[in-house]
């Protein structure tokens, strides 16, 4: 990170995971970049997230489980007078990981659980035949740096 003044604890890393929304999925195939916005949950160091079973993004990911992801916890446009001064104060997550594909039913459950959680609800159930049809994703974290803007003041 090029301003390490704004880096923030590891503590507080967690606490945007947990506040964000949506999580922009990076993925590659060969030269071939694709970002995708999707929702998610943070439980336990890891990242699930869910989707179709098929597609562009399950392809990518067979291909190369390696993934990046970006979440941005919070963010307030500040206009100025002049066009410089505009600014935009925010708290983002910026991680890479590598990403797997859950067949264990078990697994997948506590998958989407962690994302309902992530939404505010507690009590899930997931009747099998939805869950077959649910492709439950997993990124295990290698590393993840907590970035807030403005900068934290050396007292926090």
Same mark, same amino acid.
């Given at each position: 990170?090029?301003? #390490?003044? &704004?880096?923030? +604890?590891?503590?507080? =890393? /967690?606490? @945007?995971?947990?506040?964000?929304?949506?999580?922009?999925?990076?993925?590659?195939?060969?030269?071939?970049?694709?970002?995708?916005?999707?929702?998610?949950?943070?439980?336990?160091?890891?990242?699930?997230?869910?989707?179709?079973?098929?597609?562009?993004?399950?392809?990518?990911?067979?291909?190369?489980?390696?993934?990046?992801?970006?979440?941005?916890?919070?963010?307030?446009? #500040?206009? &100025?007078?002049? +066009?410089?001064?505009? =600014? /935009?104060? @925010?708290?983002?997550?910026?991680?890479?990981?590598?990403?797997?594909?859950?067949?264990?039913?078990?697994?997948?459950?506590?998958?989407?659980?962690?994302?309902?959680?992530?939404?505010?609800?507690?009590?899930?159930?997931?009747?099998?035949?939805?869950?077959?049809?649910?492709?439950?994703?997993?990124?295990?974290?290698?590393?993840?740096?907590?970035?807030?803007?403005?900068?934290?003041? &050396?007292?926090?």
């Amino acid at each position: 990170m090029r301003k #390490i003044n &704004k880096k923030v +604890s590891d503590e507080e =890393t /967690i606490g @945007f995971l947990k506040k964000g929304q949506i999580i922009h999925l990076a993925l590659t195939d060969g030269n071939t970049p694709y970002c995708v916005p999707m929702s998610y949950g943070y439980k336990d160091g890891a990242i699930y997230m869910h989707c179709a079973h098929e597609g562009r993004k399950i392809d990518m990911i067979n291909k190369n489980p390696l993934t990046a992801f970006t979440v941005v916890a919070d963010s307030e446009l #500040i206009k &100025k007078e002049t +066009s410089c001064g505009w =600014t /935009i104060h @925010f708290e983002s997550v910026m991680g890479e990981g590598r990403i797997e594909i859950l067949s264990d039913d078990a697994e997948k459950r506590a998958g989407l659980d962690a994302i309902m959680e992530h939404y505010g609800r507690l009590e899930n159930s997931y009747p099998d035949e939805i869950l077959g049809r649910t492709c439950v994703l997993k990124i295990t974290i290698d590393s993840c740096v907590g970035k807030k803007s403005p900068a934290p003041s &050396k007292g926090a």
